[in-house]
Protein backbone atom coordinates (compact mmCIF):
# COMPACT_ATOMS: atom_id res chain seq x y z
CA UNK A 1 0.00 0.00 0.00
CA UNK A 2 0.87 3.45 -0.39
CA UNK A 3 3.97 2.74 -2.68
CA UNK A 4 4.82 3.14 -6.39
CA UNK A 5 5.54 -0.54 -6.71
CA UNK A 6 3.47 -2.27 -8.63
CA UNK A 7 1.85 -5.87 -7.19
CA UNK A 8 1.23 -8.27 -10.18
CA UNK A 9 0.67 -12.16 -9.78
CA UNK A 10 -0.42 -14.74 -11.85
CA UNK A 11 -3.84 -17.35 -12.28
CA UNK A 12 -4.18 -20.38 -14.16
CA UNK A 13 -0.56 -21.05 -13.71
CA UNK A 14 1.25 -23.13 -15.01
CA UNK A 15 -0.68 -24.90 -17.17
CA UNK A 16 -3.88 -22.50 -17.88
CA UNK A 17 -6.34 -25.62 -17.56
CA UNK A 18 -8.75 -24.34 -14.73
CA UNK A 19 -11.98 -24.02 -15.43
CA UNK A 20 -13.03 -20.10 -16.81
CA UNK A 21 -15.14 -19.44 -12.99
CA UNK A 22 -11.94 -20.95 -11.44
CA UNK A 23 -9.58 -18.09 -13.08
CA UNK A 24 -12.25 -15.57 -12.70
CA UNK A 25 -12.35 -16.61 -8.87
CA UNK A 26 -7.96 -16.41 -8.82
CA UNK A 27 -8.20 -12.85 -10.25
CA UNK A 28 -11.02 -11.46 -8.38
CA UNK A 29 -8.97 -12.84 -5.34
CA UNK A 30 -5.65 -11.60 -6.26
CA UNK A 31 -6.77 -7.96 -7.07
CA UNK A 32 -9.31 -7.91 -4.22
CA UNK A 33 -5.23 -8.42 -1.99
CA UNK A 34 -4.03 -5.28 -4.18
CA UNK A 35 -2.88 -7.08 -7.13
CA UNK A 36 -2.77 -4.34 -10.06
CA UNK A 37 -1.39 -6.82 -12.50
CA UNK A 38 -2.43 -10.13 -13.35
CA UNK A 39 -0.56 -12.54 -15.69
CA UNK A 40 -2.97 -15.32 -16.69
CA UNK A 41 -2.50 -18.60 -19.03
CA UNK A 42 -4.80 -19.07 -21.74
CA UNK A 43 -6.05 -22.90 -21.67
CA UNK A 44 -3.35 -24.22 -23.73
CA UNK A 45 -5.55 -27.67 -24.49
CA UNK A 46 -8.05 -25.54 -25.77
CA UNK A 47 -5.31 -23.51 -28.15
CA UNK A 48 -4.09 -26.30 -29.22
CA UNK A 49 -7.69 -28.00 -30.37
CA UNK A 50 -8.46 -24.69 -31.56
CA UNK A 51 -11.67 -24.00 -29.45
CA UNK A 52 -11.79 -20.24 -30.41
CA UNK A 53 -15.38 -19.32 -28.91
CA UNK A 54 -14.25 -20.95 -25.43
CA UNK A 55 -10.92 -19.30 -25.61
CA UNK A 56 -13.02 -16.02 -26.72
CA UNK A 57 -14.93 -15.95 -23.31
CA UNK A 58 -11.49 -17.03 -21.01
CA UNK A 59 -9.83 -14.19 -22.00
CA UNK A 60 -12.91 -11.36 -22.29
CA UNK A 61 -14.47 -12.54 -18.65
CA UNK A 62 -10.96 -12.40 -17.11
CA UNK A 63 -10.24 -9.32 -18.85
CA UNK A 64 -13.47 -7.73 -17.54
CA UNK A 65 -13.37 -9.20 -14.21
CA UNK A 66 -9.54 -7.60 -14.01
CA UNK A 67 -10.57 -4.20 -15.30
CA UNK A 68 -13.45 -3.97 -12.88
CA UNK A 69 -10.78 -3.72 -10.53
CA UNK A 70 -8.86 -1.11 -11.76
CA UNK A 71 -5.75 -3.48 -12.67
CA UNK A 72 -4.34 -4.75 -15.86
CA UNK A 73 -4.42 -8.26 -17.91
CA UNK A 74 -1.67 -10.07 -19.43
CA UNK A 75 -2.44 -12.87 -21.46
CA UNK A 76 0.29 -15.95 -21.48
CA UNK A 77 0.19 -17.68 -24.38
CA UNK A 78 2.76 -20.65 -24.15
CA UNK A 79 4.07 -20.24 -27.72
CA UNK A 80 6.39 -23.14 -27.27
CA UNK A 81 3.58 -25.57 -27.51
CA UNK A 82 2.39 -24.12 -30.37
CA UNK A 83 4.02 -25.13 -33.96
CA UNK A 84 1.52 -23.14 -36.56
CA UNK A 85 2.36 -19.30 -36.41
CA UNK A 86 -1.87 -19.62 -36.70
CA UNK A 87 -2.46 -20.76 -33.32
CA UNK A 88 -0.75 -17.58 -31.84
CA UNK A 89 -2.33 -15.39 -34.61
CA UNK A 90 -5.68 -16.17 -33.96
CA UNK A 91 -4.85 -15.26 -29.93
CA UNK A 92 -3.71 -11.73 -30.62
CA UNK A 93 -6.76 -11.18 -32.93
CA UNK A 94 -9.06 -12.44 -29.63
CA UNK A 95 -6.79 -10.34 -27.34
CA UNK A 96 -6.99 -7.28 -29.91
CA UNK A 97 -11.07 -7.94 -29.71
CA UNK A 98 -10.85 -7.53 -25.85
CA UNK A 99 -8.35 -4.82 -25.79
CA UNK A 100 -6.33 -7.03 -23.21
CA UNK A 101 -3.25 -4.49 -21.55
CA UNK A 102 -0.48 -7.00 -22.69
CA UNK A 103 0.57 -10.25 -24.61
CA UNK A 104 3.33 -12.07 -22.95
CA UNK A 105 5.50 -15.13 -24.77
CA UNK A 106 5.22 -17.93 -21.68
CA UNK A 107 5.65 -18.57 -18.48
CA UNK A 108 8.68 -20.81 -18.29
CA UNK A 109 7.37 -23.75 -18.02
CA UNK A 110 6.24 -24.80 -21.66
CA UNK A 111 8.77 -27.41 -22.69
CA UNK A 112 8.24 -29.16 -26.08
CA UNK A 113 9.98 -32.71 -27.15
CA UNK A 114 12.44 -32.90 -29.63
CA UNK A 115 13.13 -35.38 -32.32
CA UNK A 116 16.45 -36.51 -29.80
CA UNK A 117 13.38 -36.91 -27.29
CA UNK A 118 15.17 -34.30 -25.00
CA UNK A 119 13.05 -31.44 -24.01
CA UNK A 120 13.49 -27.80 -25.06
CA UNK A 121 12.54 -24.59 -24.13
CA UNK A 122 12.36 -21.46 -26.34
CA UNK A 123 11.06 -19.13 -24.32
CA UNK A 124 10.66 -15.17 -26.18
CA UNK A 125 12.04 -16.09 -29.71
CA UNK A 126 12.43 -12.97 -32.25
CA UNK A 127 10.06 -14.90 -34.16
CA UNK A 128 7.15 -14.86 -32.26
CA UNK A 129 8.04 -11.77 -30.86
CA UNK A 130 7.88 -10.19 -33.84
CA UNK A 131 4.75 -12.09 -34.87
CA UNK A 132 3.00 -11.04 -32.02
CA UNK A 133 3.95 -7.44 -32.43
CA UNK A 134 2.25 -7.83 -36.09
CA UNK A 135 -0.79 -9.04 -35.15
CA UNK A 136 -1.58 -7.19 -31.91
CA UNK A 137 -3.01 -3.60 -32.27
CA UNK A 138 -0.92 -1.15 -31.51
CA UNK A 139 -2.46 -0.35 -27.71
CA UNK A 140 -1.80 -3.77 -26.58
CA UNK A 141 2.37 -4.33 -25.31
CA UNK A 142 4.60 -7.02 -25.93
CA UNK A 143 5.96 -8.81 -23.10
CA UNK A 144 8.72 -11.31 -23.28
CA UNK A 145 9.19 -14.16 -21.01
CA UNK A 146 11.72 -16.94 -21.35
CA UNK A 147 15.71 -16.58 -22.55
CA UNK A 148 16.06 -13.03 -21.74
CA UNK A 149 18.88 -13.36 -19.38
CA UNK A 150 21.60 -10.39 -20.66
CA UNK A 151 21.00 -7.07 -21.16
CA UNK A 152 21.78 -7.63 -24.66
CA UNK A 153 18.62 -9.52 -25.14
CA UNK A 154 16.92 -6.84 -23.57
CA UNK A 155 18.13 -4.53 -25.94
CA UNK A 156 17.54 -6.60 -28.78
CA UNK A 157 13.87 -7.68 -27.96
CA UNK A 158 13.00 -4.08 -26.92
CA UNK A 159 14.15 -3.13 -31.27
CA UNK A 160 11.15 -5.57 -31.95
CA UNK A 161 8.60 -3.17 -30.15
CA UNK A 162 8.97 -5.28 -26.70
CA UNK A 163 8.10 -3.20 -23.66
CA UNK A 164 8.27 -5.15 -20.79
CA UNK A 165 10.41 -8.30 -19.87
CA UNK A 166 10.39 -11.06 -17.69
CA UNK A 167 13.84 -12.43 -16.46
CA UNK A 168 15.54 -14.04 -13.64
CA UNK A 169 18.45 -12.18 -13.96
CA UNK A 170 17.21 -9.07 -13.14
CA UNK A 171 20.22 -7.80 -10.69
CA UNK A 172 22.80 -8.67 -13.15
CA UNK A 173 21.60 -7.11 -15.79
CA UNK A 174 21.08 -4.20 -13.82
CA UNK A 175 24.35 -4.22 -12.50
CA UNK A 176 25.75 -4.60 -16.05
CA UNK A 177 23.52 -1.56 -17.42
CA UNK A 178 24.61 0.58 -14.76
CA UNK A 179 28.35 -0.46 -15.32
CA UNK A 180 27.53 0.78 -19.24
CA UNK A 181 25.79 4.38 -17.96
CA UNK A 182 22.70 3.26 -18.49
CA UNK A 183 20.04 4.92 -15.53
Given amino acids: KDCSTKVGTVVGFPHGNSSIEIKIKEAKLACENGADEIDFVVNIGKVLSQDWSYLNEEIKQINEKVISFGAISKVI ?3 DFYEK ?3 K ?3 CEICNEHNVAFVKTSTGYG ?3 TSSGFYTYDGATDHDLQLMRKYC ?3 IEVKAAGGVRELKDILRVKALGVTRVGATTTKAILKEALSLGYS
Wanted: avoid cysteine; glycine fraction near 0%; charge should be neutral.
Fill in 85 to 87: DEL
Fill in 111 to 113: FKK
Fill in 89 to 91: ISL
Fill in 137 to 139: KST
Fill in 77 to 79: FEN
